[in-house]
Every structure is written in C-alpha cells, then in structure tokens.
C-alpha cells in the first residue's frame, strides 16, 4: 500500500538571471496531497504538464532534486520514508517499490547493456550473476521485447522498446508498489494495449499501482480510481468509468474535452485560459483554478474550496474539491408544457444543462426545439412546470437582468439586425439597451470585432448590414449576442443558411468563443451531423417530448430511440429508400 | 547575449579576481618604462647585488637592474600574448563561421587541418621555425597565431551552424537579409563569449610558449623575457640567487598564466550554467 | 537486417574516412614543416644551420654544405629519398653530434616515454578520482577549495613547477637529485637499479604530473556536473543502487567521455611539459635532447624530434580511435 499524507513539495529556485538577487523564490509543486493507493488497485492521476505529476512520482521514493523541500508523510505500508536518509532507502527503493521512469532523453545509462541494467537491482540485492540474467530474461520475454535485444545498448532500440525496458526493469524485482510515470506515452498502439495487460496482471498481484498520465484512456483502461492534479492540487477523485461523461470539476471536463478519444465526436477544446504561473507573487487567496473555471463565483476568489464528497449520500471516497459542489446546473427544466392555442408544442419537458456545456437541441422543423431554447430565455411564457436560472425560478428573474445573462444568435441576422444600424450601432444595441454605453464602449465593440476576426476601421464599422455577406453579418451577430457577457449563448439554426465552408468557420468561431469565454450553450439544429461536432449532449425532440438525451458520443455511437436511428441515418443518407 | 555576459562576468568572482590581477600586471607592463627605476639594458651596475633599496631585486651576473628588468620581461609576455590572443581568435573565428556558412569542401578541409594542428605539438612547430629562420618576434608571434587557432575555430562553426538552424536567423533570411548582414548582425554578437573565451586561452598558451621558447634559448639571448631570466638564473642557483632572480620571475609568470586561468574557468562557467556552483538544482 | 548492416557499415566508415584524413593531414603538416619549409628558404635555413659555429661560410662553403644536404637535387628527388630514409627508420644524420640521428633519439626516447606514460596515467588517475568526488560534493567545501587550489596549481605553468620543485627539494632540502635519470658509474642492477630510476624519477615526475593534474580534474569535473542531470542518474538512485556504485559505473562512466576523446590532445600537453621538465632537470630524454639541439643548431636532431614527437601523438591518437567503440558504444552512431 502506499500513502500519501499531507504532502507539500516546494522547489527553491536561485533566479539565475537576478544573480544578485539574494530572494530566492520558491516554486509549490505539491500542496497537502494525501492519496492511498491500496493493495490490488490501480490508482491514476492525470492532469496537464507542470501539475506535479512526476514531482509526486519521484517523492514516492524521495527522489526528490535536493532543492526541493518536503512535508508531510509517505507510507509504504506501514514505513514512513519522509524522514529516511538516502543510505536507508538504498534498501527499499527497487524492493517494496520501483519506478517506471518518464521515457525521455537517457533514463537509461547508454554505456551499459540493457540486460545489465535490468538485472542491476537482483545483482545489488546479492543475487549470482546467472540468476539475474536468466530472471532479465523472463522479464524480457514477458515484456515482448526480442530475445536478441537483451545485448544491445539502449540507444540501439526503439523508443517503444526502451519503454519497455523501463518496465521489465521496475518489475524484476516484484516489488509490492509500482509507480509509472507516463508509461504510455512513447509507444504505439499495439504495445499500449501489452502495456494495459501487465499492469492489470500486476494489479491482480495485489501490487499497489499509482500511474501517471496525460492519457485519459490509458488511465480509465488500467486503474480503477482516478485523481486529477492541478497546480500541485488533487481537485478531484473518482472512479474511472465516471471520468469521460460523469466528471464533477469543471478542469476534469476541460481535460476530457482537450482528448482526443477515438468516439469522440465534438471539436477538441482546449483548457481556456493558461495554466497557472510557476512562479506566483503569491499564493492565491481563492480557489487555485478560478481564473479559468466556467463556473467562478464570488466565493471562488475568497477562499479556498474544501473538498466534498462526490456522493451525494455523504458516503465513498470520492471528491471534488470546488465551491460548487463541481460542475454545477446553471438551467434545469422540470416537466414544462406549452401549447400555443389547443397544440401541444412542448409535452412535459425536462433537462438540465450544466455551466460550460453545450447542449444541442436536435430535431425536424416543428419539433419544438425553438420553443424549447425561448422558454428557458424567458422570451415566453410557459404553461406549466418550471425552469430554474442557477437558483432562481427564470419567469420570476428581472426581465431585464435576465436578458444580460443570455445572448441569442437568430437564425438570420438580414433580419435580427436593423437595416438601418451600422454594424457598429448593431453591436452597441444591446449596450445602450442596458445604459451601458459610455466612452469605454468604443473599444470594447472593437475588441468584439476583433474576437470575431472582422476588421475594426472606421469604415467597416459604418458599413451597413446588407453590404456584408451573410458569414460576415453572422460574425457581427455573435460579437452582439457577446456584448453583454451573458452566461448563456443560444445558437438558434445559426449557421444551418451558411453554405458549408462558411458555416465551418463559424462553428469553429463560435465554438472557440464558447471555450474562451467558458459560457454555456444552447445549439438549437435540424442537423445532427452538425449537433455531433459542437456539442457535449444531444437532446432530441421528437414531436414535443424529448426523446433522448444522452451525452454526444454515446448518443451517436448507440442511439437508443428509434427516431434518433432514423436522424443519424439520414444524414448519412443509407435509408433514402 | 553581450550585455548579459559581460553583467555575469561581473558577478563572477572568480573570474574578476583574475581580471584584477591581469590589470594590475598589464598596468606595471604598459607603464614598464616608466615604473622601472633603470634602463634595462644599463650593465653599468655591480655583479650579483643582493636586494636593496636602489636595486629592489638585486643585479644579475653581468649588472642589469632585475627589478627593472623584470618589468620588461612581463612587458614582452603581456604584448607577446595580447597579440597572439588576438590574431588566434580572429583567425579561429573567421575560419569557424566560414566554414559553418559556407560548408562543402572547405568546410571539409578547414576542419581537417584543425583537427591535424591539434596532434601537432605546438612548441616543436616554432623550436623549428625559430632553428630555419631565426625570426622576428614579430614573425613568431604569426606563426603560433597560424597553428593554435584550432579550437576556437571549432567552436565558432559548431556554433554558427547551430544559430544557422535558429528561427530568428531563418526569418532573416527570409525578410531578404544578405549573407554579411547575418553574420554581423546575427551571429558575431553571439559569438563574443566564445571569443572571449578563446582570447584568454590564447593568451594564456602565447605567454606560456613565450616564457618556455626563451628558457630554450630560441629567442634572441638579449631580449627581455621570464624564460631567458629563468635560464640564467638557474645557471646562478649555487649562489643562493633563488628569492632575489628565480622566484620572483617564477611567481610573476605564474601570476600571470593564473590570472588568465581564473578568466578561462569563470568564462566556462558563465557559457554553460549548468556548471554554476550555486546552481543545485 | 541488411539495411541495418549496410547502414552501421556506411556510418562506421564514414568516421574512418575523417578520422584517416585527419592522420593523413598530420602526415602532410609534419612533412611541410620537416621537409618542404626548409627546401623553400635553403640559402637561410644554411646559414641558420651553420651560423652558430665557429666558422666563416664562403661562398665555396655554402655550395659544399648545399650538395652535402642535396639541396642541389630536384624536390622530388630529395622527397623521394627523405621518405625512403623515413621508411627505413632513418631520421638523419646529426653532423654537430656525429651521429645517427635515430640512434640518438632511440637512446632517450625510453626515459621520455616512462615520464610521459607514468604520469599521464598518474594525472589521469588523480584527475578522474578528484573531479568526480569534487563534483559529487558540488557547492560543497570539499569542492570549492579543492577548485579553488586546482585553478591556482592550473594556472602555474609546468615550467615554473619544475624549477620550484628542483630549487626546493634538490637543491635546498637536498632530498632527490638536481640531474639524471640514473645515479653515474653505480652499475646498479635489480632491485636497486629500480629504487635508482624511482629516486632519480620522483621529482620530475611529480612536477609534470602535478601540472597535468588540474586540466584533467577541471575536465572531469565539468563533465560530470553534466552529467549528473542525466535521468539515468536518478534511474539509477531509484534502483536503490549503492551510492558509490552511481557515483562510478554510472554517472563517472559516463562522465569519462570528454576525457577519453581529448587523449590524444592532452598527450600533446604532457609533452609539451615534458620538454620543460626534462630540460630542467636534466633528464636524460627527448626533451633534454631538443634543448641541446637548440643550443648546438643541431637541425636534422630537431627535425627527427619532431617526427618522432608526432609520431608518437599519431600512435596514441589511433589507440584511441580505435578502442573508442568500447568505450562510447553510441559512436557507431555518433
């Protein structure tokens, strides 16, 4: 077993640069990590580079640089090697536990054969030369590596076999706790999937296995537990078939979104914002990732988040370290109905949409769909069931406050721009609507503009609506709806009139928007072909009622409904018959 | 690059306790004639004087003034190094970039002949010279400039070639910079550490062959020089001339070679920090 | 497979197509400084020659001295025969000392080769086993005063060691010889002929090794700081692997590198010093050998000093080249 309590790593760094500069700053890489990871388990902690992944790796063997200083405690089983001098962990590093280091650069001495460097840890351990090699051997071979690979030197391989070595080596020993550090990530498919085998075979071992990794499928495919780190942070923890769609901390979906997995359907997003500074004047008084949350409230930027349980019972393990409980509902919409006149437009309508998501309301003309996306704008009124803004009943929010927090692109901006507005008065609509014009308005509608890639002279700003082309005037259309900030961003058929290359542009326009702004997003389209590359749910209507809702890939990969089948086939045209 | 290296050379104590030694003997050389109390060639002084106040060393066995002499010597090692250091890097560095710009053949050849140089041990080279021609001090101070440019040759081209890859340089070119503008504007400027570097090394091997050429007796007998002092003054060791003729002529020379020693080191350690003492990390 | 084979066939004789052409451009250094410089100014080089004798040249003289030297000859007739001699083994013929240039030369090259070899190997020894613990303590005392002392012994010539060590342990303390390699007329043989070379040897060596020793600690050290941010370093340290056994096999074996590539041109230094230190203290090698050429003008004994000088370089250059492989067995890549 191996434990992490209470771990603080902190990096001095001398400013090489300021040598007269006596200040040494220093640089946290692990803040108050506690971890277990038990007998036959695989626990993984991912996160993006700089997070203190591999910091975490080598202090599970105090390996740290000697410019590091440590806190806390680190049990391998009931030994506590915080306080253990170089000399006594001789002894224990490589038999209770070993490291399968990053493959990068020479992590293997390139003056010395591979079989030697494999068989080292038996030879120190007082075991005959012939033993050693022979057990080499048979770490070779369970590795796959070729037999007459042994006798080469390191740099005589291929990077996907000296990852191997890597690994043959940490296991010769069979030692009880294994850590790997990004073990998948310099070899190919094929051995990625050798690799998953030998780790699940030492986890039937009843080894303790902690992994480190940027792989998101690699670590839902070997360990059952999954911790993401940011900035020296544990920000979550949970079980890994709950990573790709049931994640609870805004980053861990951000992650999720970055990877490209292979039944992903939407457009890779990055993480917005940039990571945190290595060198921060000092540390944040609030939650370290509120700069770039979706989600920040006031509180964020207070105090730090404690961590709450996943489980909503109170019980497991599982966390989420965030004000807000993780990703928290911005719009739930509970059992509405509307009927315009004596028919039903909408039946009992109910889903929720999450802050930073986009959901696409997918379905043929009369589905409903738009009636749905103005109801939760509060531009109508619905007739029974209720829908609520974060904590608020939508009807029973100020009109006007309401309409700050959500912007809406039309289906055609030739008509949801006054023809007698320049473009710029089309976009400083909503800001004089809102009594916020003033001098600082200018520049704010350039930077909208800007945002939207059109072009900011005068003389653009003075052109009118019909002397741009429609890709153009939808551009202007989002730098309008984005004016005010809002918090949701309806997209109502917006780029289904745009000849495809400049509804490809748009989408990515918009989606870059999405991301960069982190606002949530109703994506209204009778195309779920287009509802497949922007969004992360899918909801189909079907004659009012939704018929399905399911998170984009599961949806498309497995449609369950009939009516879905039959969208999903249409677009790919194999049912004209 | 410049500016910085020259602020870390500042920082580097190492390195500025040798540039303070190095000045101070470069001062007593540039200021020889004024400093020294005779005329150095002035034998007109008794034999094998002990130290006193009008004679500080004491006379040599034919009535020179040593002090005074001693200050010509150094006089001849500092200007013989300085312009050995000089044309040694300049060539070294010509040939460098040269041969990283224009590569091919020359490029080939060049960098065999200063692989060649460095098998050849230098002081052979000029023992013959000096045995054929009997030259100038001059002509010498060419010919060891012709055959120790090597290393900073080799340094200069693997650098060039790898600011030749860099994208700065490459977008240079591409904004129609000419092959000259490049070189003066790109790539000497960053070269100057490693011309600095190679200076000091060339100085520091010039003064050495210096001092060690005369001790031979390849330069002329009476010229002023350390070597040819040491010669005469181990000739005169049964006198007990040690503390007044040998030693400080020895400790001057090694003075000298440490000062140009601690500016080597301290110039390697700026070039590559990761040498740094503090540096741990 | 094949393409494996032709491919590391390709890359390895590339290396020895430039190593070849660097010992071929050796060759052409030593046989313009040797053979062409001199044929190009012969008037001078004659007079140069002769000069420092006691003796008028007349022009009849000068016509004697240049058929003698078969100056008179065609230059590719004299190539011709001064290769043929080289090949022979004939370095010339020393007119000043009456005889066999080679023969003079064979006399001192032993006790050159047994300064030279002793203490490069010594120097080498200490350099390696002070560098690497200097560096391993990097930032420490040990290793800042003991750079600190190297760079102060580095920056003293071998020239001023050697006088210093002569004046104060031979003459002064009177504790070694002031010349020789051997004490005259004892015809001491077996142990004693031993313990005689060592006394005789001590001093000198000790000179050159110590003048040696600081370029091949800061060498090794430098490279080894280097070389300790290694990742195989930490492998290694993760392994649980002894201390020592890192310090060495690993990180050292690794370090050694630099070092072992500038044999060739640190064989040049020691050499150099040699010269010096024999000169000194009249030290019955080579390097006493160029000092009484220089002072008799003895050319053709300086030109076969030389030779054999580069020779010898050439020799330790190839050893080198060759035993590379097994030293870095990334070369065939290299």
Redesign the interface.
Same mark, same amino acid.
């Given at each position: 077993m191996l434990k992490f309590k209470n771990l603080n790593v902190q990096y001095q760094i001398s400013d090489a640069s300021k040598a007269s500069d006596a200040s040494n700053k220093s640089i946290i890489a692990l803040d108050n990590i506690s971890l277990n990871v038990n007998k036959g388990e695989c626990v993984s902690i991912i996160g993006e580079s700089g997070s203190g992944k591999s910091t975490l790796a080598l202090a599970s063997m105090k390996l740290l640089a000697p410019n590091a200083s440590m806190s806390g405690s680190i049990l391998l089983d009931d030994i506590d090697i915080s306080n253990l001098t170089d000399k006594e962990m001789e002894n224990i590093r490589w038999n209770k536990i070993s490291l399968v280091f990053q493959n990068y650069g020479d992590v293997l001495n390139p003056v010395h054969k591979i079989i030697d460097q494999i068989a080292e840890p038996l030879i120190k351990n007082g075991e005959s030369r012939k033993v050693a090699l022979d057990r080499s051997l048979e770490m070779i071979d369970l590795l796959k590596i070729k037999p007459g690979r042994s006798t080469l030197f390191p740099h005589q391989i291929s990077a996907g076999e000296r990852q191997r070595v890597l690994i043959a080596m940490a296991l010769i020993t069979d030692p009880d706790i294994l850590v790997l550090d990004e073990p998948a990530a310099s070899v190919d498919a094929i051995t990625r999937l050798h690799l998953v085998k030998i780790i699940q075979q030492q986890v039937k071992a009843q080894k303790a296995v902690l992994m480190i990794t940027h792989d998101l499928s690699f670590a839902t495919l070997c360990s059952d537990r999954i911790s993401v780190l940011y900035s020296g942070n544990i920000i979550e923890s949970l079980p890994s078939a709950e990573l790709m769609d049931s994640q609870r901390h805004p980053y861990t979906r951000a992650l999720v979104r970055s990877f490209p997995l292979m039944e992903r359907t939407k457009e890779l997003a990055g993480v917005r914002g940039i990571p945190p500074s290595q060198f921060p004047e000092k540390k944040p008084k609030g939650c370290i990732f509120a700069p770039r949350c979706t989600q920040s409230i006031e509180v964020c930027l207070q105090k730090h988040p404690k961590a709450k349980l996943r489980d909503l019972n109170g019980q497991g393990e599982y966390f989420v370290v965030c004000h807000r409980g993780g990703i928290a509902t911005m719009i739930s919409v509970k059992n509405i109905d509307k009927s315009y006149k004596d028919i039903a437009v909408l039946k009992n309508i109910s889903l929720t949409l999450d802050e930073g998501e986009i959901l696409a309301l997918v379905g043929e003309t009369g589905s409903g769909k738009t009636t749905l996306a103005y109801l939760i704008a509060g531009t109508i009124k619905l007739d029974s069931g209720e829908i609520i803004f974060r904590t608020r009943k939508v009807g029973e929010i100020d009109k006007l406050e309401f309409s700050k927090k959500v912007g809406i692109i039309y289906q055609s901006p030739r008509d949801s721009i006054s023809h007698r507005f320049t473009i710029f008065e089309a976009i400083a609509e909503p800001l004089k609507i809102h009594g916020l014009f003033n001098g600082g308005s200018a520049d704010k509608i350039k930077n909208a503009l800007r945002e939207v890639q059109l072009p900011v002279d005068e003389f653009f700003m003075k052109k009118y609506p019909h002397e741009l082309s429609g890709g153009e005037l939808q551009r202007v259309a989002i730098a309008r709806a984005l004016i005010l900030k809002p918090d949701l961003l309806i997209a109502d058929e917006s780029t289904s009139f745009l000849d495809p290359s400049v509804q490809a542009k748009i989408l990515k326009l918009l989606l870059d928007l999405q991301n960069e702004h982190g606002i949530s997003m109703i994506f209204i389209t009778h195309d779920i072909g287009v509802a497949r590359k922007v969004s992360d749910k899918i909801a189909v209507l079907y004659d009012g009622r939704i018929v399905e809702n399911a998170p984009s890939h599961q949806l498309i990969e497995n449609p369950q409904h009939e009516y879905t089948k039959f969208l999903i086939d249409a677009v790919r045209g194999s049912k004209i018959s | 690059m410049h500016n /910085?290296f020259l602020r870390?050379f500042k920082?580097n104590r190492?390195g500025m306790s040798g540039l303070f030694i190095f000045l101070f003997l470069l001062i007593l050389a540039i200021f020889a004639p004024v400093i020294a109390p005779y005329d150095p060639w002035d034998y007109s002084f008794g034999y094998l004087l002990p130290p006193s106040i009008d004679h500080l060393l004491g006379t040599n066995d034919i009535g020179y003034d040593l002090f005074s002499e001693l200050l010509w010597s150094l006089r001849t090692s500092i200007f013989f190094g300085i312009s050995v250091g000089a044309i040694a890097s300049i060539i070294g560095l010509l040939i460098g970039v040269s041969a990283a710009i224009s590569g091919g053949l020359y490029d080939?050849i060049v960098m /065999? %002949?200063a692989?060649?140089? *460095?098998? %050849? !041990?230098?002081?052979?080279?000029l023992?013959?010279?000096a045995?054929? +021609?009997?030259p100038s001090t001059i002509v010498l101070i060419i010919a060891l400039s012709l055959i120790i440019w090597q290393t900073i040759a080799r340094g200069a081209r693997a650098q060039t070639l790898s600011l030749k890859s860099k994208l700065h340089i490459k977008a240079a070119r591409n904004m129609g910079a000419s092959t000259p503008y490049i070189i003066f504007k790109h790539i000497l400027p960053e070269l100057f550490p490693l011309f600095a570097m190679g200076f000091v090394t060339k100085v520091r091997i010039a003064v +050495?062959m210096e001092?060690?050429l005369s +001790? *031979?007796? #390849?330069f002329d007998p009476t010229s002023k020089s350390l070597?040819i002092m040491?010669n005469y003054a181990?000739r005169y =060791?049964?006198l007990d001339v040690?503390y007044n003729w040998?030693?400080p002529t020895?400790?001057s *020379? &090694?003075?000298l #070679? #440490? &000062? =140009?020693? =601690?500016m080597s080191?301290a110039i390697?350690e700026i070039f590559? !920090? /990761? *040498?740094? /003492?503090?540096?741990?990390? | 497979m094949l393409t494996l084979f032709v491919f590391r066939k390709y890359i390895l004789s590339k290396r020895w197509v430039k190593i070849v052409t660097v010992y071929l451009m050796t060759v052409f250094i030593l046989l313009f400084l040797n053979f062409l410089l001199p044929r190009l100014l012969p008037g001078d080089v004659i007079i140069a020659m002769y000069s420092g004798q006691e003796m008028l040249i007349t022009d009849e003289l000068y016509n004697e001295l240049i058929i003698l030297h078969g100056l008179d000859k065609p230059l590719i007739e004299q190539f011709y025969i001064y290769i043929t001699q080289l090949a022979h083994g004939d370095l010339g013929y020393s007119y000043i000392s009456h005889a066999s240039t080679t023969g003079l030369i064979m006399e001192a090259l032993p006790w050159t080769l047994l300064l030279v070899f002793s203490s490069f190997i010594l120097s080498s020894i200490a350099g390696i086993i002070l560098g690497v613990e200097s560096s391993w303590r990097r930032g420490g005392r040990f290793d800042r005063s003991l750079l600190m002392f190297m760079l102060l012994i580095d920056g003293i010539p071998s020239l001023a060691l050697g006088i210093m060590f002569l004046t104060v342990f031979s003459l002064y303390c009177g504790w070694f010889p002031t010349a020789g390699a051997l004490t005259p007329y004892s015809d001491a043989t077996g142990i004693s002929y031993v313990i005689d070379v060592l006394w005789h040897l001590i001093l000198p060596l000790g000179a050159i090794t110590l003048s040696q020793i600081p370029g091949d600690y800061l060498l090794i050290r430098n490279s080894m700081l280097l070389t300790i941010r290694e990742p195989f370093v930490l492998t290694a340290r993760a392994k649980g692997i002894k201390e020592r056994r890192i310090k060495y096999l690993h990180t050292a074996r690794n370090a050694i590198l630099p070092f072992f590539t500038r044999i060739g041109i640190r064989i040049v230094y020691v050499i150099t010093g040699v010269l010096f230190i024999e000169t000194i203290f009249a030290y019955p090698g080579l390097g006493l050998l160029t000092y009484e050429a220089i002072s008799n003008r003895d050319l053709p004994l300086m030109q076969g000093i030389f030779t054999i000088s580069v020779l010898l370089v050439l020799v330790v250059n190839i050893i080198v080249d060759i035993s590379y492989k097994k030293i870095d067995p990334r070369i065939e890549y290299a």
């Open positions: - | /910085r870390r920082q190492i080939i /065999r %002949i692989d060649a140089l *460095l098998a %050849i !041990p230098t002081i052979m080279v023992i013959l010279i045995a054929y +021609f009997k +050495f001092a060690g +001790f *031979l007796g #390849i070597g040491m181990m =060791l049964y040690w040998l030693f020895v400790i *020379l &090694s003075m #070679i #440490i &000062s =140009l020693a =601690l080191y390697e590559d !920090p /990761r *040498l740094r /003492r503090d540096n741990i990390a | -």
